[in-house]
């Protein structure tokens, strides 16, 4: 007897439309036997480009809005920096849907192009930034214009055979989760190189009188590489006139089912859908949030409660927290996963994320050697346990959906996430510039109220992760 994936097999090679890029790669899909490492690498590499400029001027922006002498007080920097964090995530929430159908309508590839090319210029346009609101507007528009990581989730979907599927997925929460370390690593690196190195990098040179260009250039370089690479991939979109598209009954049932799961009302009323998407916003908030806050907390000076870091030692500590992610992310999280599940390990995870928060404010107190290992150990546990909690929602918010409805639920996610990740930035400055003000304060003086605000977010997220809130789907 013919197996219901065969006859599928047979129905689909007989809608093989020869001119059709979608069909040239369901078919490839068939054909395939072996691992698909080729794609594995396009995904992450087009996620990684996306991924490094959205947090990589969290080590250097305290010294840039100093440099911009738009704060009265020291304590005030933190609070002009917050805007400057969130005004990508900004421009990402008003154009997330419109590049979802966008990418829907046009095609994924053109959607991905532009995403390269708008970092190639406006993170340039960034390192150029002679003023606050220059700052503020080339950031806004590199996430308004770039609407990538919606469609590269169903991308990912449509490229890789189904047994595969979700290792592409897993590629892009694990590209994702590295490029917001390795971004803040070389932003702390390579800004303000005249400093640095004096021998190879005069004052009056351009990296001298634009001190945050160089780590904006190198990224804004390798994005170039990226686009000019992305020009030969697939792309994924079924291209059909109307009327070749009526064929078996198999395919007609398909297609019913189609317009009525995709329907906008049907998602928003999809509940393993929408709360998932809720618990993921939540914890994204709360990282977002800690990305820029143990940024500024590390550079701030000691007598506001910080570390006195220099960029360059924010960017070791980062260096290392990638290092020790990336060895995680592909040896322990699988196994973990495999014997717990998704939710069992982020709630685990959220949970030993709240005592390690409230140490951090006593590990200031620490110098030297102590400090630097001490810290170091920290910010890996932290970081490891936020993508474990990412990763594990992100793929529950991936089951609760038919593959069908994935570009237009990755468009509600976007938005909603996007919302969160901006108010995280803008709210993180703006309260940890009031808790460095409150040194004397009888309750939480200084930066133990910033780490407990984190903890209460990491807090009600955990809680989201039951039932009654959360409810699983499985496709």
């Known amino acids: 007897m013919t197996s219901n994936n065969e006859l599928k097999n047979e129905l689909l090679e007989q809608q093989y439309h020869e001119n059709c890029p979608g069909c040239k790669v369901d078919r490839q899909k068939r054909m395939q036997t072996g691992f698909p490492i080729k794609e594995l690498i396009f995904i992450w590499v087009v996620v990684l480009c996306v991924a490094l400029p959205i947090s990589s001027l969290f080590p250097f922006l305290y010294f840039m809005i100093k440099d911009f002498n738009i704060a009265e007080k020291e304590e005030d920097i933190s609070y002009y920096a917050g805007f400057v964090g969130s005004a990508y995530m900004i421009g990402r929430a008003l154009t997330s849907v419109f590049w979802g159908v966008v990418a829907d309508r046009y095609g994924r590839k053109p959607v991905i192009l532009l995403g390269t090319s708008t970092v190639v210029i406006f993170n340039t346009l960034f390192g150029f930034s002679v003023n606050y609101w220059m700052a503020i507007a080339t950031r806004f528009l590199l996430g308004f214009l770039n609407g990538l990581l919606g469609p590269i989730k169903a991308y990912a979907c449509e490229l890789f055979p189904e047994e595969h599927q979700a290792l592409g997925l897993s590629a892009i929460s694990t590209s994702w989760g590295i490029g917001l370390i390795i971004g803040p690593a070389l932003g702390g690196y390579l800004a303000q190189p005249a400093e640095k190195f004096p021998a190879l990098v005069s004052s009056d040179s351009l990296f001298g009188r634009f001190p945050y260009l160089l780590p904006c250039l190198c990224i804004s370089i390798f994005a170039l590489f990226v686009t000019i690479g992305a020009l030969w991939l697939p792309e994924t979109l079924h291209f059909h006139k109307k009327d070749e598209l009526e064929s078996p009954s198999f395919d007609n049932e398909e297609k019913t089912n189609e317009g009525k799961d995709s329907n906008l009302g049907s998602l928003l009323k999809n509940w393993p859908l929408m709360s998932s998407i809720i618990v993921y916003c939540v914890f994204s908030l709360h990282d977002m949030a800690y990305s820029e806050i143990f940024s500024l907390w590390a550079v701030s000076p000691k007598s506001l409660g910080g570390l006195n870091y220099t960029t360059e030692d924010v960017g070791t500590v980062l260096s290392v927290t990638g290092v020790g992610l990336l060895v995680f992310q592909f040896t322990l999280y699988p196994i973990m996963e495999r014997i717990f599940g998704p939710i069992v390990v982020a709630r685990i995870a959220g949970v030993l994320s709240i005592p390690l928060l409230s140490s951090y404010p006593f590990i200031a107190m620490l110098s030297g050697f102590a400090l630097s290992l001490t810290l170091n150990s920290a910010s890996i546990v932290k970081n490891v346990l936020s993508v474990s909690i990412i990763t594990g929602t992100f793929m529950l918010q991936n089951k609760a959906v038919d593959q069908r409805q994935r570009g237009a639920a990755n468009g509600i996610a976007m938005t909603m996430q996007s919302i969160c990740k901006a108010i995280g930035p803008a709210c993180g400055g703006a309260l940890l510039s009031w808790s460095q003000q409150r040194q004397n304060a ?34």
Do not use: C, R, S, W
């Open 442 to 475: 009888a309750f939480l003086p200084g930066d133990q109220m910033i780490f407990f605000i984190l903890n209460i977010i990491e807090g009600i997220g955990v809680i989201l992760t039951f039932k009654p809130f959360l409810i699983t789907n499985h496709y």
